[in-house]
């Protein structure tokens, strides 16, 4: 039998959320299947292919709506993609998919990871391997600070 169904569709570099939408399947996808990126989602995904692998089908059962996880392939070799850690114990949460945003700006296809540290710093490690970074550390990191600073005036009290 077939039904159609609403489903909330991620798309993810590694562990970061690079998009996201609604879709509807007449047969929902599972973990290995292919799927397409929609035009309007893929302009803004510039440097990964159109298509991703499902990684993860989840179904919420409160709502019974299902959240279907994408796995991006970027069509940059891995050793051409910079390595950036953010310091999970300095950034709050809340201010991650901004942190990731302005670092995606700044650095060509970037792989980016989070790690509790004791450090003082938005960025503990970076790692270009054979990338040339648009963009100096010392910069991104004086970005991210103000970012930081920006959360931190908002922050109620």
């Known amino acids: 039998m077939k039904t159609k169904s609403m489903n909330q569709i991620v798309v993810k570099d590694g562990k970061s959320k690079i998009a996201n939408w609604t879709q509807e399947f007449e047969h929902r996808p599972t973990v290995g299947d292919r799927v397409g990126i929609p035009a309007d989602v893929a302009k803004a995904l ?21 959240h279907i996880v994408l796995e991006a392939e970027c069509n940059l070799p891995a050793d051409q993609r910079p390595v950036v850690t953010l310091n999970a114990s300095l950034l709050p949460d809340r201010i991650h998919d901004q942190v990731e945003n302005l670092v995606r ?53």
């Not at 510039?46 to 299902?66: I, P, R």
């Open 46 to 66: 510039k440097g990964y292919q159109s298509e991703a692998t499902v990684s993860l089908v989840e179904m919420d059962q409160q709502t019974g709506d299902f």
């Open 105 to 157: 700006q700044r650095l060509e296809m970037p792989v980016l990871e989070w790690e509790d540290s004791s450090e003082t710093t938005p960025i503990i490690r970076f790692h270009p391997f054979q990338s040339q970074p648009r963009t100096p550390l010392a910069t991104l990191q004086k970005e991210l600070r103000e970012i930081l600073n920006d959360a931190v005036k908002l922050a109620p009290c």
